[in-house]
Antibody, heavy 122, light 107 residues
Framework: EVKLVESGGGLVQPGGSLRLSCATSGFTFTDYYMSWVRQPPGKALEWLGFIRNKANGYTTEYSASVKGRFTISRDNSQSILYLQMNTLRAEDSATYYC?????????????WGQGTLVTVSA | DIKMTQSPSSMYASLGERVTITCKASQDINSYLSWFQQKPGKSPKTLIYRANRLVDGVPSRFSGSGSGQDYSLTISSLEYEDMGIYYCLQYDEFPLTFGAGTKLELK
């Protein structure tokens, strides 16, 4: 069974940092692209970025809204995906989801985690 | 960035009714479009990818269609469990962009 479990959310002050984790199981982690998506309370989903699989060199892509502040990485030995978030702002408050992507012409979102809530506030 | 215009933003429908939600991209996205369902307090669930391919385990009353800039999600006969918010996503170009969502409620 495919499992994606996010953790690491919580309350952080503006300007602070936080690292989210997405622990995975039930599949060969290195075979898949992985992604982060967020959703502010009551608002729509926003794609943040993804990291490619082993065959594609684990390279990354980011949304302009987080590029330079957020970093996606992966620990392939432990099958964990990370999102390092720096210089956090109030507008970064959201539920953060990790997702496993499948490939069919382009990578598409196949499985989602349950999400972890980040609140940026003084 | 590609803008995804989703309509309607909300709608009421009756059980058994046929429901259609549309998404219009600001440019051709080559059918690289997915549809997601989200229920309150839950993570999104992928229904459709590549415009018309049904994800394994998703009921056959859901279907997707479209090409170029115009896409739609159809529920052939609405069931109670289909209530929620539906989002489209284009994944043809970076940045990937979602529609604003369609809230589907029971009439």
């Amino acid at each position: 069974e495919v499992k994606l479990v996010e953790s690491g959310g919580g309350l952080v002050q503006p300007g602070g940092s936080l690292r989210l984790s997405c622990a995975t199981s039930g599949f060969t982690f290195t075979d898949y692209y992985m992604s982060w998506v967020r959703q502010p309370p009551g608002k729509a989903l926003e794609w943040l970025g993804f990291i490619r699989n082993k065959a594609n060199g684990y390279t990354t892509e980011y949304s302009a809204s987080v590029k330079g502040r957020f970093t996606i990485s992966r620990d392939n030995s432990q099958s964990i995906l990370y999102l390092q978030m720096n210089t956090l702002r109030a507008e970064d408050s959201a539920t953060y989801y990790c997702a496993r992507l499948h490939y069919y012409g382009r990578p598409w979102f196949a499985y989602w985690g349950q999400g972890t809530l980040v609140t940026v506030s003084a | 960035d590609i803008k995804m215009t989703q309509s309607p933003s909300s709608m009421y429908a009756s059980l058994g009714e046929r429901v259609t939600i549309t998404c219009k991209a600001s440019q051709d996205i080559n059918s690289y479009l997915s549809w997601f369902q989200q229920k309150p307090g839950k993570s999104p669930k992928t229904l459709i990818y590549r415009a018309n391919r049904l994800v394994d385990g998703v009921p056959s009353r859901f279907s997707g269609s479209g090409s170029g800039q115009d896409y739609s999600l159809t529920i052939s006969s609405l069931e109670y469990e289909d209530m929620g918010i539906y989002y489209c996503l284009q994944y043809d170009e970076f940045p990937l962009t979602f529609g604003a969502g369609t809230k589907l409620e029971l009439k």
